[in-house]
């Protein structure tokens, strides 16, 4: 027997953009509203000859003070097969962006992130920096950032790591018609201990004027985790249904 729900409610930009797991929201637009928020809620439970659930739960509020955009996310994601937890992942992350006249602008963030089998029993980073806004037409949006930073690893067996971080993010985005887009971002963040990057392929296909269908494929890969990860790479595919308001 095999019983799912996925819900997912989003409250997006002007310019149509979803919620993601990246630093870097796109610049305003002058009909952007001050005040938005996005939340996002996926459910799959299967069960008869394999008993798994799976939970996906995303939030962000975004305003707007000036030339500032300010933004609060939070993410947690678990997933158990026969009564066994597989993956339990939980972020906490609050950016300040300041913009320019023309295409630069300044950022800066911080993020607490807690996954269980990861290797660290937490992790938090501050980083800031430098971004430029590349390209901004009607088909083609893409920006590019890079700053310094540091991070602090709480290790469940060692010492804890006191990191300097060297950072950089590419943000793309394709408006191929009136009804789809396809973004691709990505976030490389080194340190002497290793390097994490992280990478989101969404499509996105407009059904009506409040309702969306979202396909993504996230990748977040640590090249020297702890000893005792899991794994070094971790990979979420998901079909997302998206309310706008």
């Not at 005040?35 to 000859?49: I, K, P, Q, R, V």
């Not at 990057?197 to 499509?203: E, I, M, Q």
């Not at 409040?210 to 990979?235: F, G, I, M, W």
Request: glycine residues 8%; charged residues 25%.
């Amino acid at each position: 027997m095999l019983r799912s729900l996925v819900f997912t409610s989003s409250a997006l930009w002007a310019t149509g953009v979803a919620a993601s797991p990246f630093y870097a929201p796109p610049p305003p637009k002058e009909d952007t509203p001050e005040f938005s928020g996005d939340a996002e809620l996926g459910f799959t439970h299967l069960s008869g000859n394999t008993d798994s659930q799976t939970l996906i739960g995303k939030t962000r509020l975004t305003w707007l003070t000036g030339q500032l955009t300010h933004s609060l996310r939070g993410e947690v994601r678990n997933v158990s097969k026969d009564g066994e937890t597989s993956a339990e992942q939980y972020l906490l992350a609050g950016r300040e962006r300041y913009d320019f006249s023309g295409p630069h602008y300044l950022f800066g963030f911080a993020r607490w992130e807690k996954d269980r089998f990861a290797g660290y029993d937490q992790q938090l980073s501050v980083i800031g920096g430098y971004g430029r806004q590349l390209l901004e037409n009607k088909q083609h949006t893409l920006s590019l950032e890079a700053g310094p930073g540091y991070r602090n690893d709480r290790l469940r067996k060692e010492d804890n790591q006191q990191l300097a971080v060297a950072y950089t993010a590419l943000d793309y985005r394709y408006r191929f018609s009136d009804y789809a887009d396809i973004a691709q971002e990505m976030s490389v963040e080194y340190t002497d201990a290793n390097t994490t990057g992280r990478s989101l392929t969404a499509l996105t296909a407009r059904l009506n004027a409040r309702l969306s269908l979202r396909l993504s494929y996230e990748v977040k890969h640590n090249s020297q985790p702890p000893e005792d990860a899991s794994e070094r790479t971790d990979t979420t595919t998901s079909a997302s249904l998206l309310y706008r308001w």
